[in-house]
């Protein structure tokens, strides 16, 4: 038999000596683990190499159920996203669902620019439909905050689109406590923030994404904003 590349000898060995570690700091936890999972949080976010979502948030393998594709984008027809929130709701009845997106997306920024890297350029559609329906909260910004800013919005958008979901809708028909959350990942300091955008049943979808939507004003908004803030208190602006 061949030799495996080195590189992956030294992963293989790192499980090792993780999963050796783990047992010794909590005695029967694989043994646990593989009888069951029930984690109480489901993760849906990008594929991004830079964040992963166990190791940000501190959660241990069985905590948290993940689903990941190109820029954490929920698509009403996804069968793969779907069919995993179903599961994550119905079997293992998560009490939270978080959309993490994250600044410095590259699939994000393709969207943003415009730019053609591949097949992907069909599903970031998805996400220049996002830019293109709040093109005018975008665009007077300059163009890092652009990019930023579709960020926060194609997260806001998706966890609209999970809480449409009729397995969100289902779920809530019946009682269920389940509440969706829009969060944004920080590359360069490695902190979530999380974007006020907390689902709890279906009465609330339309009036929390106009909220959201408040916080990022159209052109004409955003230059009286400005004027109010640059006025001298005492001369009363309009
Ligand atoms: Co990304």
């Known amino acids: 038999m061949p030799d495996r590349p080195d590189s992956l000898d030294t992963l293989l060995d790192a499980n090792r000596r993780w999963a050796a570690d ?117 665009e ?12 926060e919005m194609n997260v806001i958008e998706q966890v609209g689109n999970v809480a449409l979901s009729t397995v969100m809708q289902d779920a809530w028909s019946r009682g269920q406590k389940v509440s969706i959350h829009g969060w944004v990942y920080g590359l360069k300091d490695g902190l979530l923030k999380d974007l006020g955008v907390t689902m709890q049943g279906p009465g609330e979808v339309v009036e929390v994404f106009a909220r959201a939507l408040k916080r990022y004003p159209r052109a004409a908004a955003a230059a009286l904003a400005a004027a109010d803030e640059d006025d001298d208190p005492g001369h009363g602006a309009p």
Not at 140 to 151: I, Y
């Open 22 to 138: 783990m047992e010794s700091r909590k005695p029967g936890f694989f043994t646990r683990l593989a009888r069951q999972q029930s984690p109480r949080y489901m993760w849906i976010g990008c594929a991004d190499s830079r964040v992963p979502a166990n190791e940000i948030t501190g959660l241990d393998p069985g905590e948290v159920f993940v689903h990941r594709n190109v820029a954490n984008v929920v698509v009403h027809s996804d069968l793969n996203a779907l069919s995993t929130i179903q599961f994550a709701v119905e079997h293992l009845k998560v009490e939270h669902i978080m959309v993490v997106g994250h600044y410095g997306c590259a699939g994000v920024r393709a969207a943003m620019r415009g730019l053609r890297v591949g097949l992907a350029d069909n599903w970031l559609r998805h996400v220049q439909d996002v830019r293109l329906r709040h093109r005018k909260r975008i």
């Open 140 to 151: 007077h910004l300059p163009p890092a905050q652009q990019e930023d800013v579709l960020c």
